[in-house]
């Protein structure tokens, strides 16, 4: 079974930024996956924000986060990272981690091709 942990999140103004992290623990050895970060406003429904692949070569992002936005991993360290920067107040929500063992293609978006979940982590995004 594996457990991800968020953490980084926090309270920045506008045009601040932040690194959120995932530490990954509990997976099978040698095992990759394909990576994503997903954020919940209160109110609203989980969305998609980035993705990354198994092996870090390739990245998607949501339109609205491209250009501030950055994911990344470090499989030495079963970290994955989302570097956000120039941050908006519409920013703010609780950021989750999300594994898929199966290895699909960055670009598939939904909640449902993740098997593993995060507990989140805040980011409130306000002067």
Do not use: H
Not at 22 to 45: H, L, T
Not at 52 to 59: A, C, E, L, P, Q
Not at 68 to 90: C, G, H, W
């Amino acid at each position: 079974q594996v457990q991800l942990v968020e953490s980084g999140g926090g309270l920045v103004q506008p045009g601040g930024s932040l690194r959120l992290s995932c530490s990954a623990s509990g997976g099978p050895s040698g095992d990759s996956y394909r990576m994503a970060w997903f954020r919940q406003a209160p109110g609203k429904e989980r969305e998609f924000v980035a993705a990354i692949n198994w092996s870090g070569t390739s990245t998607f992002l949501t339109t609205s986060v491209r250009g501030r936005f950055f994911i990344s991993r470090d499989d030495a360290r079963n970290t994955v990272y989302l570097q956000m920067n120039s941050l908006k107040p519409e920013d703010t929500a609780v950021y989750y981690c999300a594994a898929d063992p199966r290895l699909r293609a960055v670009l598939e978006t939904s909640t449902t091709t993740f098997d593993y979940w995060g507990q989140g982590t805040r980011v409130t995004v306000s002067s």
